[in-house]
């Protein structure tokens, strides 16, 4: 027996690292997506245990790991097979009985020899840390036989390589990242079992800790634990360093050092939350302004990691004296916990949990409220098949051990206190500040009252001595008047004096009144007559403009007419064009003709060669055995070839599309076979005609020349996509929809006319499309997507446009996520490439998370074949907040 410093700690170390497999030194992979319904019960236990406070079930997850073969172990057993076999991708083992026949198990996790530490947290203690960070009670234990690897996968300090730090060290750093310094505290106990005593790791002479049951709730407590408050990672890693040195280990032939204590490391959580606020309701169920306040709470909840010692046989480990009372008192606490475990699991009245104080310690693991996982550790030696059996069925009768989960929250009155002492010295200063504001702005009305009333007096009195002088001088006056009148009463002789010249006057006076009304009333008539002169003149224009409007829409008619009739007009010319071209084109064919033979044939034998020469140069078209099409092109010119497409021969006509369709696929003869107005040919042809394979072969040969950029705007300039759409309702076989959808997926790949070919249906064709249902045809169609998805980021990203993308709002993203994974290659591909570039805006993240587009961009960026397509949809997953917001929600890691 000896304690864990000094050589013995060193030796340890050094057997770990040269027993420890190369592999748990490097990164592991990220874990797959948590899409069984434990993840999913756990998040929606969270919030529903936090309202209600009733507990829900946990069933307590078992994971299997298998160490690899150390030294003496391939020395030995060089000749035998292991006597394990996993198969990960099942969570499932089997363990050979000999040669030809084995026992199956299925666990919740199998870990190989190959995962890695950080795997081995992720799969196994990641969520339990996760569930004691939201409140409820925690535990992560190892079992298995000696040297297997216990210590390693919990206690490992990692301090020469970090990729090998153990579940205690890693849990502590997710701990220390999700709490607030502020408001939240962490304590550490750290304690070994030694011979059913209790010892503290942390204070050595502490070596007989009582345990205490609390008899109404059945929590457990140690109250002469120590208990060290964590501040930061390093502060632990001390901790941890200074328990280990205590611990007791000892030599034996299954392990170098091999513990010889169950070592307990408990850490205990206090964090404070806000519950939500309460919405008060009125009689009418209308939503009041007033709310309940948010009661604070505090969280008190424990992480249990239990390193258990090693299960052993004498005769295996060489035990002696002491250190076989040793392996006696492990293996009686062990056997008392696989009593208490086939209890639970069996669902006995009683359990014996008070037969060992292991037990006792675990009461709360097993059928208590915690949520527990189990990571089992065997080793592949068949010499040991017995103890790797024996671990096995342990960790299946565990697994039907069913907890009852409970949240350990309780109302924080001290911080309530603190908060409302606050809000009260906030509302006491407030209502000073409001006070001393009135007091100001009474004072502030009462002098501009006062002003107010000054002003107002002093106008009044000026008011008042203006009205007084105003009457004076009217009485003034008055007495004046009245003077005069009795003046002029007293002198009567005067009188008669005086009246001729006034009615002199008034005579003259009457004369020029009349004349002036004289003047007024011609005036008044020559006006009413200009009057009447203008309401001619009026309805005159009135019935002028009436004619006017009835010539102009007749004007308007004509112009529609003649603008009908120019398009037909323009068409034709196009026909006409053509086919003197090819006229032009035979008549120096056959003056060469003429000239090398004979100058004296007449018209009509020219007629005749010229018709031979036409119908040999179709037959040479439409067969193709004698001349290839580029053979063909050069002897019969394109002019010849273009005017067959309007023969009324439909075998002609078919033979010339097929022949263009093939010259358009050489992008050397595009330019020429545009300018000679074969692109508007084809076009008419799948106006006018009704036939399938005429419109098949057309839809190809613009597909073909829809693959050049100037092509791609004269074909939209044309009305292309239009035809191409109406080509797509009504075509019915899959080759004319492979060509419709190929062309159409051509024109989505250019920037230029990206707005256009939406506005013109472009999409909604697509889409319509899928209905076929060929993998030909879907193929085209995601590729199309995909190019539309592609130039519409590339929009987005330098300002051109704003908003959701068309591809949403034209309902083509249901379509792309069923097909994310679908089996055809080329088909998933062209999926995945468009809801990548799709998730490059954050416009669309609601859209694609509603429509479940977010687990199809996780599985890309895990499971995608391509490497570019993988690491564009990572990038995305971890650079939009929406999606970085729900991934967190949802506790993935992408």
Same mark, same amino acid.
């Given at each position: 027996?000896?304690?864990?410093?000094?050589?013995?700690?060193?030796?340890?170390?050094?057997?770990?690292?040269?027993?420890?497999?190369?592999?748990?030194?490097?990164?592991?992979?990220?874990?797959?997506?948590?899409?069984?319904?434990?993840?999913?019960?756990?998040?929606?236990?969270?919030?529903?245990?936090?309202?209600?406070?009733?507990?829900?079930?946990?069933?307590?997850?078992?994971?299997?790991?298998?160490?690899?073969?150390?030294?003496?172990?391939?020395?030995?057993?060089?000749?035998?097979?292991?006597?394990?076999?996993?198969?990960?991708?099942?969570?499932?083992?089997?363990?050979?009985?000999?040669?030809?026949?084995?026992?199956?198990? !299925?666990?919740?996790?199998?870990?190989?020899?190959?995962?890695?530490?950080?795997?081995?947290?992720?799969?196994?203690?990641?969520?339990?840390?996760?569930?004691?960070?939201? $409140?409820?009670?925690?535990?992560?234990?190892?079992?298995?036989?000696?040297?297997?690897?216990?210590?390693?996968?919990?206690? =490992?300090?990692?301090?020469?390589?970090?990729?090998?730090?153990?579940?205690?060290?890693?849990?502590?750093?997710?701990?220390?990242?999700?709490?607030?310094?502020?408001?939240?505290?962490?304590?550490?106990?750290?304690?070994?079992?030694?011979?059913?005593?209790?010892?503290?790791?942390?204070?050595?002479?502490?070596?007989?800790?009582?345990?205490?049951?609390?008899?109404?709730?059945?929590?457990?407590?140690?109250?002469?634990?120590?208990?060290?408050?964590?501040?930061?990672?390093?502060?632990?890693?001390?901790? @941890?360093?200074?328990?280990?040195?205590?611990?007791?280990?000892?030599?034996?032939?299954?392990?170098? !050092?091999?513990?010889?204590?169950?070592?307990?490391?408990?850490?205990?959580?206090?964090?404070?939350?806000?519950?939500?606020?309460?919405?008060?309701?009125?009689?009418?169920?209308?939503?009041?302004?007033?709310?309940?306040?948010?009661?604070?709470?505090?969280?008190?909840?424990?992480?249990?990691?239990?390193?258990?010692? $090693? /299960?052993?046989?004498?005769?295996? /480990?060489?035990?002696?004296?002491?250190?076989?009372?040793?392996?006696?008192?492990?293996?009686?606490?062990?056997?008392?916990?696989?009593?208490?475990?086939?209890?639970?699991?069996?669902?006995?009245?009683?359990?014996?949990?008070?037969?060992?104080?292991?037990?006792?310690?675990?009461?709360?693991?097993? $059928?208590?409220?915690?949520?527990?996982?189990?990571?089992?550790?065997?080793?592949?030696?068949?010499?040991?098949?017995?103890?790797?059996?024996?671990?096995?069925?342990?960790?299946?009768?565990?697994?039907?051990?069913?907890?009852?989960?409970?949240?350990?929250?309780?109302?924080?009155?001290?911080?309530?206190?603190?908060?409302? !002492?606050?809000?009260?010295?906030?509302?006491?200063?407030?209502?000073?500040?409001?006070?001393?504001?009135?007091?100001?702005?009474?004072?502030?009305?009462?002098?501009?009252?006062?002003?107010?009333?000054?002003?107002?007096?002093?106008?009044?009195?000026?008011?008042?001595?203006?009205?007084?002088?105003?009457?004076?001088?009217?009485?003034?006056? /008055?007495?004046?008047?009245?003077?005069?009148?009795?003046?002029?009463?007293?002198?009567?002789?005067?009188?008669?004096?005086?009246?001729?010249?006034?009615? =002199?006057?008034?005579?003259?006076?009457?004369?020029?009144?009349?004349?002036?009304?004289?003047?007024?009333?011609?005036?008044?008539?020559?006006?009413?007559?200009?009057?009447?002169?203008?309401?001619?003149?009026?309805?005159?224009?009135?019935?002028?403009?009436?004619?006017?409007?009835?010539?102009?829409?007749?004007?308007?008619?004509?112009?529609?007419?003649?603008?009908?009739?120019?398009?037909?007009?323009?068409?034709?010319?196009?026909?006409?064009?053509? =086919?003197?071209?090819?006229?032009?084109?035979?008549?120096?064919?056959?003056?060469?003709?003429?000239?090398?033979?004979?100058?004296?044939?007449?018209? /009509?034998?020219?007629?005749?060669?010229?018709?031979?020469?036409?119908?040999?140069?179709?037959?040479?078209?439409?067969?193709?055995?004698?001349?290839?099409?580029?053979?063909?092109?050069?002897?019969?010119? @394109?002019?010849?070839?273009?005017?067959?497409?309007?023969?009324?021969?439909?075998?002609?006509?078919?033979?010339?599309?097929?022949?263009?369709?093939?010259?358009?696929?050489?992008?050397?003869? =595009?330019?020429?076979?545009?300018?000679?107005?074969?692109?508007?040919?084809?076009?008419?042809? @799948?106006?006018?005609?009704?036939? !399938?394979?005429?419109?098949?072969?057309?839809?190809?040969?613009?597909? %073909?020349?829809?693959?050049?950029?100037?092509?791609?705007?004269?074909?939209?300039?044309?009305? $292309?996509?239009?035809?191409?759409?109406?080509?797509?309702?009504?075509?019915?076989?899959?080759?004319?929809?492979?060509?419709?959808?190929?062309?159409?997926?051509?024109?989505?790949? %250019?920037?230029?006319?990206?707005?256009?070919?939406?506005?013109?249906?472009?999409?909604?064709?697509?889409?319509?499309?899928?209905?076929?249902?060929?993998?030909?045809?879907?193929?085209?169609?995601?590729?199309?997507?995909?190019?539309?998805?592609?130039?519409?980021?590339?929009?987005?990203?330098?300002?051109?446009?704003?908003?959701?993308?068309?591809?949403?709002?034209?309902?083509?993203?249901?379509?792309?996520?069923?097909?994310?994974?679908?089996?055809?290659?080329?088909?998933?591909?062209?999926?995945?490439?468009?809801?990548?570039?799709?998730?490059?805006?954050?416009?669309?993240?609601?859209?694609?998370?509603?429509?479940?587009?977010?687990?199809?961009?996780?599985?890309?960026?895990?499971?995608?074949?391509?490497?570019?397509?993988?690491?564009?949809?990572?990038?995305?997953?971890?650079?939009?907040?929406?999606?970085?917001?729900?991934?967190?929600?949802?506790?993935?890691?992408?």
């Amino acid at each position: 027996m000896a304690y864990r410093n000094g050589v013995a700690l060193a030796q340890r170390g050094t057997a770990a690292k040269l027993d420890r497999p190369n592999h748990l030194r490097t990164p592991s992979l990220k874990p797959r997506l948590p899409h069984s319904p434990g993840s999913a019960r756990r998040r929606s236990t969270t919030t529903a245990a936090s309202i209600t406070g009733d507990g829900v079930p946990g069933r307590v997850r078992v994971a299997v790991r298998l160490r690899p073969r150390n030294t003496e172990e391939r020395m030995a057993d060089a000749d035998f097979a292991d006597c394990v076999e996993l198969q990960p991708e099942l969570k499932r083992l089997k363990l050979r009985r000999n040669n030809w026949d084995s026992d199956t198990y !299925e666990f919740d996790e199998v870990l190989t020899e190959f995962a890695s530490q950080k795997r081995v947290y992720e799969v196994v203690a990641k969520p339990v840390v996760e569930s004691v960070l939201d $409140g409820y009670n925690g535990t992560v234990m190892a079992y298995g036989q000696t040297g297997t690897g216990k210590t390693f996968t919990l206690g =490992q300090l990692g301090e020469e390589d970090t990729s090998d730090r153990g579940i205690m060290v890693r849990s502590m750093d997710d701990i220390l990242a999700n709490l607030s310094p502020e408001t939240d505290s962490v304590t550490v106990s750290y304690l070994q079992l030694y011979m059913e005593t209790l010892q503290d790791l942390l204070n050595p002479a502490n070596d007989n800790i009582p345990i205490v049951e609390d008899p109404k709730t059945g929590d457990v407590s140690l109250p002469g634990a120590t208990l060290a408050e964590i501040k930061d990672q390093q502060s632990f890693l001390e901790m @941890l360093r200074v328990g280990e040195a205590h611990r007791i280990a000892a030599n034996t032939k299954l392990n170098a !050092e091999s513990s010889r204590s169950h070592a307990i490391l408990t850490v205990h959580v206090k964090r404070s939350v806000v519950d939500s606020e309460d919405v008060v309701s009125t009689e009418n169920n209308d939503v009041s302004h007033l709310t309940k306040p948010s009661k604070p709470l505090v969280r008190k909840s424990k992480l249990v990691v239990v390193d258990l010692a $090693g /299960s052993e046989r004498s005769h295996k /480990s060489g035990s002696e004296g002491h250190m076989l009372e040793e392996a006696k008192s492990i293996n009686l606490s062990l056997s008392a916990l696989g009593k208490c475990i086939n209890a639970l699991a069996e669902n006995n009245a009683h359990v014996p949990f008070r037969d060992s104080k292991l037990t006792r310690l675990l009461r709360d693991s097993f $059928g208590g409220t915690a949520r527990t996982s189990l990571i089992v550790t065997i080793g592949p030696s068949p010499r040991h098949r017995g103890e790797t059996s024996s671990t096995v069925l342990f960790g299946q009768r565990a697994m039907k051990v069913e907890n009852m989960l409970k949240i350990k929250e309780e109302f924080d009155y001290k911080s309530l206190s603190r908060r409302l !002492e606050v809000q009260l010295d906030n509302l006491i200063a407030e209502n000073e500040r409001q006070q001393k504001a009135f007091e100001d702005e009474v004072e502030r009305i009462n002098l501009e009252a006062q002003c107010r009333i000054s002003e107002v007096e002093k106008k009044f009195a000026e008011a008042l001595e203006k009205e007084r002088l105003k009457c004076q001088m009217e009485y003034m006056e /008055s007495v004046k008047q009245l003077e005069q009148k009795l003046v002029s009463n007293g002198n009567n002789c005067f009188v008669d004096g005086y009246r001729e010249g006034p009615t =002199q006057s008034s005579a003259d006076e009457v004369v020029e009144i009349k004349k002036l009304f004289e003047n007024e009333c011609n005036k008044r008539k020559a006006v009413e007559a200009e009057v009447e002169h203008l309401k001619c003149l009026l309805g005159k224009y009135t019935d002028t403009e009436a004619g006017a409007d009835a010539e102009v829409i007749k004007l308007h008619s004509i112009q529609s007419g003649e603008t009908c009739q120019k398009k037909k007009l323009e068409e034709e010319i196009i026909i006409l064009r053509s =086919q003197l071209l090819q006229l032009n084109f035979e008549a120096q064919q056959m003056r060469r003709c003429l000239g090398s033979e004979s100058s004296a044939k007449t018209s /009509s034998a020219m007629d005749s060669s010229m018709s031979r020469v036409r119908h040999s140069q179709l037959k040479e078209t439409g067969i193709g055995q004698e001349a290839s099409v580029a053979a063909l092109f050069e002897q019969v010119g @394109l002019q010849k070839i273009l005017s067959f497409l309007e023969s009324d021969d439909p075998n002609v006509r078919i033979h010339a599309v097929k022949v263009v369709a093939n010259l358009a696929a050489e992008e050397a003869n =595009q330019k020429s076979i545009v300018e000679a107005g074969a692109l508007t040919s084809l076009l008419m042809l @799948l106006r006018r005609y009704e036939d !399938e394979t005429v419109r098949r072969v057309a839809a190809g040969a613009i597909a %073909n020349l829809a693959m050049n950029e100037a092509n791609q705007e004269l074909i939209m300039a044309e009305g $292309g996509i239009t035809l191409l759409s109406v080509t797509a309702s009504d075509a019915e076989e899959p080759q004319t929809l492979r060509m419709v959808a190929g062309a159409i997926a051509n024109l989505c790949g %250019n920037d230029k006319i990206l707005m256009k070919l939406r506005s013109q249906g472009g999409i909604k064709a697509l889409l319509g499309i899928v209905t076929c249902g060929h993998p030909d045809v879907l193929s085209q169609v995601a590729r199309g997507i995909a190019n539309f998805a592609k130039c519409e980021s590339r929009a987005s990203s330098q300002g051109i446009r704003s908003g959701r993308s068309f591809l949403i709002e034209d309902g083509a993203l249901p379509w792309i996520v069923q097909n994310a994974n679908n089996e055809a290659v080329p088909i998933r591909r062209h999926a995945e490439l468009a809801l990548c570039h799709m998730a490059q805006h954050e416009v669309n993240a609601k859209d694609m998370i509603s429509g479940g587009a977010l687990w199809e961009l996780v599985r890309i960026s895990r499971d995608c074949t391509r490497e570019d397509i993988r690491n564009l949809a990572r990038r995305t997953l971890n650079t939009i907040l929406p999606f970085k917001s729900e991934l967190r929600r949802l506790r993935m890691d992408c």
